[in-house]
Every structure is written in structure tokens, then in C-alpha cells.
């Protein structure tokens, strides 16, 4: 079967959390099931996991038998316009009639096409009809056509469309538009692409044409306990919330970084016969910086592929080499760089379209850490075709420009979440001093070591979410908030949640009365005191 070639039963195992993503397509699915059209573009750099998700999506379609799924990823199909229509109108009829379920090879072409459909089938006059076509324009309505003469409603995925646009570009043909045009009802259209600057072409454009109808989603990296939940699946076994803590640090919440760490650290505690977080550092520094490692390899491509499309050059390796040392403002790149601020500006927009960088609020960031300390370190190194782990010498040297890089790590608002996560983890099952948790009338405390994230409540028919509960002997509630506290804040979540100790962790601090009338259960914490915490781990 198809389906099980493109999404294996090993892969599917693995699949993990993106329920944000699920939720927004199958509830625009129930929309178009009434009859409307709905659309998708999906954005993310390569490797972020766009393909885990329409895969998933679309298997969990299969088993809707009210619906169509139709699946074509353009990715490696020869840049040749008519060729593509082609194979665009083979793998739509092979889903029509297969459900993914046949063998697409004999649905390659239109000629063999003919002769695999029934002279009754009512597909092979629009078959015959394309093949008599040569407008490309034609041909391509003519395809759109056969999907709006089905009588169900469509779910029409097309992965890696940006190949297809530019060979559409090439040929003249306003692919979009004319899907626009054609596509009006029960059908979900979905955009996939991870070329950004040309993806980001289409949300905008579509803003304009498709009347706001085309909704972009970014993908996110993981956050911790989808960190953890992933590498779990992946070892078959339970780890521990520090050695999560490590590998969300490691790699950003990228989850293809994940993979590769987690199965070389397996490999390496295995052959070397050390333990699985000493094998954790070695597979980090091994896939990252030799050039035959998997990370190295992504990051390289990152680095060439994607500054290749940038249309400005001249600064863009200062700009970015200037970035690696955290999150900055335009001003403060111009000043340190040497440049106006305008070029920076116009820099940054595009630096921003390829989706390398990111923008929260005004201040501009790489979009992965890992991707930062590659760029930083690279520089000073002589290439390194590989590493072993008796290479003391290279893993001391890497160790050592790791930390230089990484402690300029401060602690801004988008990475305020992620960072209290992973201290939260490190310091699971420990005994400590609340003093150094931050403000409080606690002593020794010893932290829970099992956590649940996101738990909620239900009360009065309101329902009730906080950030964490760490439990064993002892019940603890943990709050994150980016906002400021005050005493009502804490009174209102003690009323909803029973516990035995309160933990506030906040970015913009507490209120002197919050500080002043602290009470015996409760540990408040603001950003210093976690920026001095992330240091002592
Ligand atoms: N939700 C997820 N759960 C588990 N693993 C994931 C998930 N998303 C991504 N991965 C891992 O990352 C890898 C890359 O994901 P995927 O192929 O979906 O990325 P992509 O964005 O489509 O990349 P490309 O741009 O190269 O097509 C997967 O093979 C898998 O190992
Ligand atoms: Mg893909």
C-alpha cells in the first residue's frame, strides 16, 4: 500500500504533539464538509517537520470516508511545467480512485493512465481531454476541473510547492490565480513549502487575492515536554526531566535535531559503552560540527541555500555573525556592524522573509540556537571530517567555544518559556536551598521529580490552566508568566488550585506588596533570579 511507503508504521510512532496544527485544519475540514473553501499555506524552514504533519493530517483522513484526500509533493519531480501536469494529474486520479491505497507507478502518465481507466469511468473523458489540450494554462483548469466535479468534498495537499511555482513562473502560468479562480468550494486547500521568501509571496499575495481566505501557520519548535515525549518514543524507554532539559538545550526544540541526536547517543552509549547523557554531548558536538554530521549538514545548507536566494549580500554575514551573540534591535546591529540603519532595516526584512531570523516585538533573533552557535563556531575551525569520542582534545576545544558562545544566551521574552521549562526539569527530584529559587520564606525544599504540564481545572464552569504541577510527596503548582504579579494574581490561583507550595516565576517581576506579603507556601521568582539559576546548571 502507498500510504504505508509514504508514511511507515516506524514514522508514525514517532509522530508527535502539533494538536494546534490538527485542530485548525480538521475544524476547517468541518467547514468544508458544509460547503465552503478553505486554505492553508505552511511555512517553516527545511526539516521542521511540515511533511510529519500533512502526513498525519491525511491519514487520519483515510479512515473519513466522506472526504478525498489527494496528496502530491512536488519535491524532485523533474522541472519541466507540462511534465508536472502530467504527474499532477496522475496522482490526483490515482487518490480519487485508490484512496492512497494503489500503486502510484501505474498512475505516472496520462498514456498509461488510459488504459488503467475503465472505458466506463467517467475520469477517462478528462483524461482524454487534457491529453488534447496544449494551452498550459488549459490543461492546468482542466485538472482543477476534474477536482471540482467530484461530488465529495476534497482535501487538496500539495507539499513543496515552491518547485512547482517557479516552474509555473517560468512557463507563464499564474498557477494561483487560477486556482483561486477554480477552487471555490468544499475543498481545503493546503500550501506547503520551505523555500520562506517564496512561501511568504504566497501568504502575502493571497492576502490580496484570495481575500484573506488563505490562512498562514509558522511552525513551532517543541517545547519540553514535547522534547521529552518525542525522545522517549524514540529510545522505547523513560528519561529523566533533566536529561529532556539537556536535549531541548541541545537543539533548540527542533525536532529533526532531536531524532539525530537521540539515535546517535544511543549508537555512541552503546559502542562506547558510556553513559547515555555523556553520549548526548559527544553526539551533539559530533553531528553539529564534523562536516559528515547530519546537523552540520542541514546548517551548511541553511547557510548556502538560503543566503543564495537573498537578494543582498554585502552585509548579510556581519549582520548574522552579529546576531549569533542574542536577540538585538536594529539600532544596536547598526552601531555594531558599521552600518546606517536603514540598510540594517531592509536587511532584517529579508533576513526575515527567508525565515533564518525572527522578530519579537523590535528586537530580531536567530531562529535556532543551534543554527546561531553553528555559524559562530564554524569560523574558527579547521573542518573536521569527523569525531570521535577519544578526540579529547577537538571535544574539549568544541566544549569550551560552545560555552563562550552560548553564554551570551540572556533571557528574552520569546525564550522565556522555553529556558524556565528547562530549569524547571534540571531541577527536578533535587534537594535546594529555596533561597536560591528565588524570593521566599522556605528553606530546604526538595522539588517533586514528577511533572505534569498544562494541567487544567475545572470550577464554577470556567476552566482553569496553569503551567505545571510537580508532585510526589509534595504538591507543587508552578506558574509562568510573561506579566507582571501581584498579590491578586497569587490569591486567585490559590483559590483555584490546592497545593502545597506556589511557585511564580515571572518575566516582568512582582509587585512590592506581592514581595512584602509573601507567604510561608510561596517562592517568587523574576528574571535575574533565573538568569542566576540557569547559570548554576
Ligand atoms: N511532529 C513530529 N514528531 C516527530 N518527529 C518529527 C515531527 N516533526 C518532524 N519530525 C522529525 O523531523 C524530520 C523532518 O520532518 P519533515 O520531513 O516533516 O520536515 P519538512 O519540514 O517537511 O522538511 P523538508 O523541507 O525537507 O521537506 C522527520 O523525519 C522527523 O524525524
Ligand atoms: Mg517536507
Redesign the pocket.
Known amino acids: 500500500m502507498y500510504v504505508n511507503i509514504l508514511y511507515p508504521e516506524n ?1 508514525r510512532k ?5 494538536e494546534d496544527v490538527l485542530r485548525k485544519l480538521n475544524h476547517a475540514l468541518s467547514d468544508v464538509k458544509k460547503g465552503a473553501f478553505r486554505g492553508f499555506v505552511i511555512l ?1 524552514v ?8 500533512l502526513k498525519h493530517f491525511l491519514f487520519e483522513l483515510l479512515s473519513d470516508s466522506s472526504v478525498i484526500p489527494i496528496y502530491v509533493d512536488f ?1 524532485g519531480m523533474p522541472r519541466d511545467f507540462n511534465i508536472m501536469l502530467d504527474r499532477l494529474i496522475g496522482w490526483i486520479i490515482f487518490w480519487i480512485r485508490t484512496r492512497g491505497i494503489g500503486d502510484p507507478v501505474e498512475y505516472g502518465s496520462p498514456s498509461i493512465l488510459i488504459r488503467k481507466l475503465g472505458r466506463d469511468d467517467a475520469l477517462l473523458d478528462s483524461v482524454l481531454r487534457f491529453i488534447s489540450l496544449t494551452d498550459l494554462d488549459l490543461k492546468f483548469r482542466s485538472i482543477l476541473s476534474i477536482i471540482n466535479s467530484l461530488d465529495k468534498p476534497v482535501v487538496f495537499i500539495l507539499d ?1 510547492i515552491q518547485d512547482f511555482l517557479i516552474t509555473a513562473q517560468e512557463a507563464k502560468i499564474d498557477v494561483l490565480g487560477i486556482m483561486r479562480e477554480m477552487l471555490r468550494s468544499k475543498t481545503l486547500l493546503v500550501l506547503s513549502g ?1 523555500i520562506r521568501s517564496i512561501m511568504y509571496k504566497v501568504s502575502m499575495d493571497s492576502k490580496e487575492r484570495y481575500f484573506l481566505q488563505l490562512e498562514t501557520i509558522e ?1 513551532q519548535p517543541f517545547g519540553l515536554k514535547d522534547t521529552w515525549e ?1 525522545t522517549e518514543k524514540i529510545l522505547g524507554e523513560n528519561i529523566s526531566g533533566a536529561t529532556a532539559a539537556k536535549i531541548l538545550r541541545l537543539t533548540g526544540g527542533f ?2 535535531y532531536i ?1 539525530v541526536i537521540t539515535n546517535r547517543a544511543r549508537e555512541l552509549s552503546e559502542l562506547y559503552q558510556i553513559g547515555f547523557d555523556e553520549a548526548l554531548d559527544i553526539a551533539y558536538l559530533q553531528e553539529t560540527y564534523s562536516s559528515s554530521g547530519i546537523i552540520y549538514e542541514h546548517c551548511r545548507y541553511l547557510w548556502s541555500e538560503y543566503l543564495g536566494y537573498a537578494r543582498r549580500k554585502r552585509y548579510l554575514r556581519s549582520i548574522l555573525e552579529d546576531l549569533i551573540t542574542g536577540p538585538k534591535k536594529i539600532s544596536e546591529i547598526a552601531k555594531n556592524v558599521g552600518i546606517d540603519y536603514n540598510t540594517v532595516y531592509i536587511y532584517m526584512e529579508e533576513l526575515e522573509k527567508l525565515g533564518i531570523v525572527k522578530r519579537d516585538n523590535n528586537t530580531y533573533y536567530i531562529f535556532n540556537p543551534v543554527f546561531a552557535r553553528w555559524i559562530a563556531i564554524r569560523k574558527e575551525l579547521p573542518e573536521i571530517l569527523r569525531i570521535h569520542p577519544e578526540d579529547k582534545g577537538i571535544i574539549t576545544q568544541l566544549k569550551k567555544l560552545e560555552k563562550r558562545v552560548s553564554r551570551a544566551e540572556r533571557i528574552a521574552s520569546h525564550t522565556f518559556e522555553m529556558l524556565t521549562q528547562r530549569i524547571i526539569a534540571e531541577l527536578l527530584g533535587t534537594t535546594i536551598e529555596a533561597g536560591k529559587l528565588g524570593e521566599t520564606k522556605l528553606n530546604k525544599v526538595k522539588i517533586p521529580d514528577k511533572i505534569i504540564f498544562n494541567p487544567t481545572i475545572k470550577k464554577e464552569n470556567k476552566i482553569y490552566e496553569v503551567d505545571a504541577i510537580l508532585e510526589n510527596d509534595q504538591r507543587w503548582v508552578v506558574e509562568i508568566t510573561l506579566s507582571k504579579i501581584d498579590r491578586k494574581y497569587i490569591q486567585e490561583t490559590k483559590n483555584v488550585w490546592k497545593a502545597d507550595i506556589y511557585w511564580f516565576i515571572t518575566y516582568q517581576g512582582y509587585t512590592k506588596t506581592a514581595k512584602n506579603n509573601i507567604e510561608n507556601n510561596e517562592i517568587l521568582t523574576d528574571k535575574k533570579q533565573l538568569e542566576k539559576l540557569l547559570k548554576g546548571i
Not at 514517532?14 to 502539533?18: A, G, I, S
Not at 527545511?46 to 504533519?53: L, N
Open positions: 514514522e514517532l509522530f508527535t504533539d502539533r517553516g527545511r526539516r521542521c517537520g511540515k511533511t510529519m504533519i519535491e513543496e520551505s511552525i518525542l525536532p529533526f531524532y
